[in-house]
């Protein structure tokens, strides 16, 4: 899937978070008297981060669609008992998350007038999500699903009911209508429900393969190890298709428009630092040239990143004689600004051009200034 080879280049929390709901999932649905440990498990996905109250839904989904064999509100208390007993302290106490997510979802803080898209931005990315043959598996296993479960709304089709039978659809539908109703969208809001989207896939492979296995002549004389060879090929050639056409600036412009300016500028800086900053050369920076929003590192920047300079980080110097004083001291060989029209760097640009006019590489949001020549040559 394409959404998750982007993803895999960020450092996240969903994955931790994910990796707890599955096993509390797990634990639910293949024991019945250890309600006590999924609800271990799914606090400590909560830990790990907020959005696993989408698998806690589908959780309760599940106990009480299962009311028929009793113990329902039982289990319930075991299961958000526990959860709440291993996670309650960190939200109770400590966690300053809370309140800017509440204000995220509604619409209220900076950050989320960023992510403003559509009702239905999550839906429609989905196709860009998982790329061309998964989304393909995708409608196929929803197909599956839809016909296996065809008589579940009948008097026979409750008695029968079993709640794994849907369960990516019991994760995904919770999942999709609260990300919708959020009024800040980001692009990666979903990551959390892609464990979902791939059991679908599965279940339209599945589909597809046994369908391959009837119906061409050469297939039913391959024996049925070498069937399962052959499917298993088929499979990855179908997916790595995705993988060697896979470009990251491409996803990232189908998914997040608003956000690709951000990137391309990213590819451009880190790009000039590698060309001419040397290993151990030190290199001074400014916090909105490193920093998405108030506290986040660039995460495109980090891993581009294929020199090792000594980067140091300041937030302020005062005026440019206190910066150039600060570049002489430290002995900075190279410095990253982004002058705009009206700002301090553009002051330290223009009073460097006629001070000394140091060399410098352009980019399309700022320069990168070479500063040795002005301690080497004691130019203060």
């Keep these: ?73 039982q289990r319930l208390g075991m299961v958000f008992g526990s959860a709440f007993i291993v996670s309650a302290w960190w939200f109770l106490f400590f966690s300053r998350s809370v309140k800017g997510f509440k204000a995220f979802f509604i619409g209220e803080s900076i950050e989320a007038g960023g992510f403003d898209a559509g009702q239905w931005y999550y839906l429609l990315k989905l196709p860009d999500d998982s790329g061309l043959p998964v989304f393909i598996l995708l409608v196929l296993g929803l197909l599956v699903l839809v016909y296996k479960n065809r008589y579940l709304f ?14 990516p659809i019991i994760l995904l539908v919770p999942g999709y209508l609260i990300l919708s109703i959020s009024k800040g969208k980001p692009a990666w809001g979903n990551i959390i429900l892609f464990p979902a989207l791939a059991i679908i896939a599965a279940y339209g492979w599945s589909a597809l393969s046994s369908w391959i296995d009837r119906f061409p002549l050469i297939f039913r004389e391959v024996k049925y190890r070498h069937k399962t060879l052959l499917s298993g090929a088929i499979l990855i050639l179908i997916l790595i298709v995705p993988v060697l056409k896979f470009s990251y600036i491409k996803y990232f412009e189908e998914v997040d428009a608003g956000q ?33 929003g108030p506290h986040l590192r660039d995460p495109i920047f980090f891993w ?13 110097v005062g005026d440019y004689k206190l910066l150039k004083e600060y570049i002489v001291e430290n002995k900075i060989h190279w410095l990253l600004m982004s002058p705009v029209k009206e700002g301090l760097q553009k002051d330290y640009l223009d009073q460097m051009i006629v001070d000394f006019f140091p060399p410098m590489h352009l980019y399309s949001q700022g320069v990168l200034v070479h500063t040795e020549m002005l301690w080497k040559n004691d130019l203060l």
Aim: aromatic content about 14%.
């Design 260 to 292: 690709i300016l951000l990137a391309r500028t990213s590819l451009e800086k880190v790009g000039l630092i590698n060309e001419y900053v040397k290993d151990d050369e030190q290199l001074l920076i400014f916090p909105s040239l490193y920093l998405n």
């Design 304 to 316: 581009k990143l294929s020199t090792f300079p000594k980067i140091i980080y300041v937030e302020k």
């Design 1 to 73: 899937m394409p959404g998750a080879i982007f993803y895999d280049t960020w450092i996240k929390r969903d994955p931790v978070a994910a990796f707890f709901c599955i096993a509390a999932l797990y634990i639910l649905l293949r024991t019945r008297k250890k309600e006590w440990l999924c609800g271990v498990f799914l606090g400590l996905a909560l830990l790990g981060k907020e959005n696993a109250l989408f698998y806690a839904a589908a959780v309760f989904l599940i106990i009480v669609a299962d009311f028929k064999k009793g113990r329902c509100l």
């Design 154 to 167: 009948t008097a026979k089709g409750r008695l029968s009911w079993k709640p794994v039978r849907l369960l």
